[in-house]
């Protein structure tokens, strides 16, 4: 911002010396000139008051008898010079006015200087970002805490105790190198912080060099390569550079998956720009010369598409896992959160948590936001526990979209779908409880079945995963059974899809199908470009394909028909539950529980529950059932 503001006032001052010269060579002498009408002039001659006039162009300029002078314009008059000469009026005439030397150079160079200098500034815009120059933009893009400057500790760290432990030593190398040396022992050079997005990777980053109170670099992956050959290892050199200047230092690079990417693959060859950069990385954190008192943290989502020469001993001597947090992780991240929030005695951060499985820390801390809005909406000088229960609503199942005008045959088909996947979901075995059924149009969907689970889980089991299937086909199912197969509508699609996806990988990358046995039959997804090889594909054999579509046939067919046996069993449930949805729009597990009982149903006014469940952690089929993914909600129609 400074050297933009210290270009304007140049050119400002250019300007000004420019307009100044251009007057200075320009300007006639000041002499008190009256300027008189061409009548008054021809009255003038007449009389013998004029003594000379001069004549240049159209201007006229005398001297009279007295000594005074005026001037006046010619308007063409023919006769002029023959009444000037009757009169004894010396005549004078002038060539017409030429601009100077220094005028006519301005005039001819000014188009070329101006673009000259445009070019310059966009130059120093595209190339030096505002800071470096034009010919600077090989340098360090990375923003320079110095020492003290990071107030984050890690106290302010919550939920990922393991990785916090993991990292501790660092701090007291940083603060004590001595009592590592003289044992003979080497700090790591490089950590890998890997984890899912919101975890608090660049936070933990941050509450190191807080700690240690050390200057802190921090620049991402991408902004190392650019589009000329060469700038990113330009970067990364005076990176280190900089590092080494300032040891002992922290060196954070965040998104490390930008520039370093598995080499040899794809269409770049050995000659591209980020593999330049990525090589030039290498020998600075492992090279002929060390970097000694230079520590490096790296975050990323993606390990397994970094090249095996960054993350082995040397370079990156740890892996840190930061995961999504626990039970009592989720309870320290809210604590954290609330103390910027006017918080209700009714707030318990540990029943929050149960209800929020799966949500990682910048989840949580969405979740306290959406909850103060809510209650600032609400006029509130607090926020209580229903507005924490609002928000969580809004993050699991979407907005609440109460313009779309429904009729009533639309409201009441979703009724009996949401009813059917909430029927099926609380009587198949092993399936998460049933959290809230509503038929308000919410996201995308124009009903929703929240499922959550009662406990932490890190793996799923066959029964399980069927019983998801089994749910998910119980809306389309309830359809069909109440309103016939001409009138099922489009709204499964997406429950269909789910339920497909997760038979596949039962038989292909799960193992769980009797017929074709414990074999992985997947293909390798992984992409060309994410440095993976064309050939690592795996592919089957024609046969193989049509046993393992019958196979994930065959597990289809039994959840579908378990399904609809079911609902068959409690056609009496499913009208009463419709029939609730209609009246209520929204029951939450307190009436279903009594819908299910077949005893009179609590109103949401009266059932003197608190609107939280007891849920820990869900699982996802896709990561083998850890429980790093949100809870199960089935949008219907």
Request: glycine share 10%; proline share 5%.
């Amino acid at each position: 911002m400074n050297a933009r503001i210290l270009n304007i006032l140049l050119w400002i001052i250019v300007t000004f010396w420019l307009v100044i010269m251009l007057n200075s060579f320009t300007a006639p002498n000041q002499i008190e000139v009256r300027n008189i009408s061409y009548s008054q002039f021809l009255q003038e001659i007449a009389s013998g008051a004029v003594r000379e006039v001069t004549i240049q162009n159209e201007a006229i300029r005398g001297v009279r008898a007295d000594g005074s002078r005026f001037e006046t314009y010619d308007p063409g008059d023919p006769g002029l010079v023959g009444d000037l000469l009757k009169n004894n009026v010396v005549v004078r005439a002038k060539p017409p006015e030429e601009p100077g030397l220094f005028v006519q150079l301005l005039s001819a160079w000014l188009p070329f200087i101006l673009m000259a200098g445009i070019w310059i500034w966009f130059m120093r815009r595209s190339l030096g970002n505002g800071s470096g120059g034009l010919f600077n933009f090989g340098k360090s893009r990375a923003r320079h805490h110095a020492e003290g400057e990071v107030r984050v500790t890690l106290r302010d760290v919550a939920g990922i105790e393991e990785a916090k432990e993991e990292v501790a030593e660092l701090v007291d190398f940083l603060r004590n190198p001595q009592k590592f040396a003289s044992l003979g022992g080497r700090i790591p050079r490089g950590v890998l912080m890997v984890g899912p997005p919101g975890t608090g990777k660049t936070l933990l980053a941050r509450a190191i060099a807080g700690e240690a109170k050390v200057p802190f670099f921090s620049i991402s992956g991408s902004d190392f390569v650019e589009m000329f050959v060469g700038v990113g290892a330009s970067r990364v050199r005076d990176l280190f550079e900089q590092a080494k200047r300032h040891a002992p230092c922290i060196v954070f690079i965040d998104e490390i998956d930008a520039v370093g990417r598995r080499r040899g693959a794809g269409l770049g060859g050995g000659h591209d720009e980020r593999e330049q950069t990525l090589n030039q990385l290498l020998v600075e954190m492992d090279g002929f010369v060390g970097n000694e008192g230079v520590i490096v943290i790296a975050a990323t989502n993606r390990p397994d598409v970094l090249d095996p020469a960054l993350l082995r001993p040397g370079r990156f001597d740890r892996q840190v896992v930061v995961g999504l947090p626990d039970l009592a992780g989720r309870a320290a991240i809210l604590e954290v959160h609330m103390r910027k929030v006017p918080i209700a005695k009714d707030v318990d951060a540990r029943v929050i948590a149960r209800g929020t499985p799966g949500f990682s820390g910048a989840d949580l801390a969405n979740l306290v936001n959406e909850a103060a809005l809510f209650a600032a909406r609400a006029g509130k000088e607090e926020v209580d526990m229903a507005m924490f229960e609002k928000a969580k609503d809004k993050i699991l199942m979407g907005a609440e979209r109460r313009s779309i005008v429904m009729s009533e045959s639309e409201k009441r088909l979703t009724a009996y779908h949401e009813a059917g996947h909430a029927i099926v979901g609380r009587l198949v075995p092993d399936h998460d409880p049933v959290h809230k059924v509503s038929i308000i149009p919410r996201g995308r969907a124009l009903g929703v079945t929240l499922f959550l689970p009662e406990r932490d889980r890190y793996s799923l089991t066959k029964r399980q995963l069927e019983s998801q299937i089994s749910s998910l086909f119980g809306g389309r199912i309830a359809e069909e059974m109440i309103f016939g197969p001409e009138q099922v509508t489009t709204g499964a699609a997406n429950d269909i899809e789910r339920a497909t996806e997760i038979a596949r990988k039962m038989v292909t990358r799960f193992g769980l199908s009797e017929t074709m046995g414990p074999l992985t039959y997947a293909e390798d997804e992984g992409e060309v470009f994410l440095g993976r090889s064309v050939t690592q594909q795996r592919q089957v054999s024609p046969q193989t394909a049509l046993a393992i579509d019958k196979a994930v046939r065959a597990i289809i067919d039994h959840n579908y028909q378990r399904a609809r046996q079911i609902l068959e069993d409690n056609i009496d449930k499913l009208h009463r539950m419709a029939e609730a949805l209609l009246t209520y729009e929204t029951i939450n597990k307190e009436q279903i529980d009594d819908i299910m009982a077949e005893r009179p149903m609590r109103t949401p006014d009266d059932d003197g529950s608190s609107g939280q469940p007891r849920v820990d952690a869900g699982g996802d089929p896709e990561s083998g059932g850890a429980p790093d993914q949100p809870p199960v909600a089935i949008g219907g129609i």
